[in-house]
C-alpha cells in the first residue's frame, strides 16, 4: 500500500514569493494534518482537513492557508514568505472521524527561503 | 497550554542495553498516545500506539501508559545501533496531536 506523498521534495523561494506544497494522503484516509518542522524546534500543527473542510489550525498567520480536494488530496499555500518559514513542511493522513487515529506522515517538503 | 515534556537528551546506551525513553503531559483529557521514531532529516514513522493504562507490547519496543501520572514511556530491549535517532512522543486532543520536542537516541556498538 502506498503511502503518504508530498512534492516537492525541496523548494527555494525567495522572500516575499509564494509557496505551494501538495500531499496525497493514504488510501481510505480522509483527513489530512500540516505541521511545519523548523530547525531546532518541534512539530508544531498548521492545518486540519477533512472531507474538504478546514476543521481546525494552529497559531500561524493567515499568510497559511490551504484546501483539500475532492479526491482528498491537499495543498498549503504560504504567502508572502518570510526568512523564518524556512523548515521542513510534514503532511500526515489518518482515518476520519472525531477523536484521534494514527497519523501515518509523508516524507516532507524542505522549504528555504533566502 | 496543552504541553508534552520529554528530556531532550541524548539518552546513550550500549548495544544489547534497554533504553528507557520517557514523556509527560498536561492534558488529562487526552485518550491516545503515540511514539514517533524521527531518523536525522526523514520524517517521523510512528512505532506505536497507546490507549488504555497498562502495558503495551509489540517486538522489542514496550510502551507504558499511566494516566493517573499523565506519565507515559517507552522501552526499546536489546538496543541496537539503528535504534539511534529522535523519539517523539505524541497525545491527541480532539483535532490534532500535540507533539513533545523529542528525546534523542544514541546506541553505540
Known amino acids: 500500500e502506498a503511502g503518504v506523498t508530498q512534492s516537492p521534495t525541496h523548494l527555494i523561494k525567495t522572500r516575499g514569493q509564494q509557496a505551494t506544497l501538495r500531499c496525497s494522503p493514504i488510501s481510505g484516509h480522509t483527513s489530512v494534518y500540516w505541521y511545519q518542522q523548523a530547525l531546532g524546534l518541534g512539530l508544531q500543527f498548521l492545518l486540519w482537513y477533512d472531507e474538504g473542510e478546514e476543521r481546525n489550525r494552529g497559531n500561524f498567520p493567515p499568510r497559511f492557508s490551504g484546501r483539500q480536494f475532492p479526491n482528498y488530496s491537499s495543498e498549503l499555500n504560504v504567502n508572502a514568505l518570510e526568512l523564518e518559514d524556512s523548515a521542513l513542511y510534514l503532511c500526515?493522513?489518518?482515518?476520519?472521524?472525531?477523536?484521534?487515529?494514527?497519523?501515518?506522515f509523508g516524507p516532507g517538503t524542505r522549504l528555504t527561503v533566502t | 497550554q496543552k504541553e508534552v515534556e520529554q528530556n531532550s537528551g541524548p539518552l546513550s546506551v550500549p548495544e544489547g542495553a534497554i533504553a528507557s525513553l520517557n514523556c509527560t503531559y498536561s492534558d488529562r483529557g487526552s485518550q491516545s498516545f503515540f511514539w514517533y521514531r524521527q531518523y536525522s532529516g526523514k520524517s517521523p514513522e510512528l512505532i506505536m500506539s497507546i490507549y488504555s493504562n497498562g502495558d503495551k507490547e509489540d517486538g522489542r519496543f514496550t510502551a507504558q501508559l499511566n494516566k493517573a501520572s499523565q506519565y507515559v514511556s517507552l522501552l526499546i530491549r536489546d538496543s541496537q545501533p539503528s535504534d539511534s535517532a529522535t523519539y517523539l512522543c505524541?497525545?491527541?486532543?480532539?483535532?490534532?496531536?500535540?507533539f513533545g520536542k523529542g528525546t534523542m537516541l544514541l546506541v553505540s556498538p
Open positions: 505524541a497525545h491527541s486532543g480532539y483535532s490534532t496531536l500535540t
Open positions: 500526515a493522513s489518518s482515518f476520519p472521524g472525531q477523536g484521534i487515529h494514527e497519523q501515518y
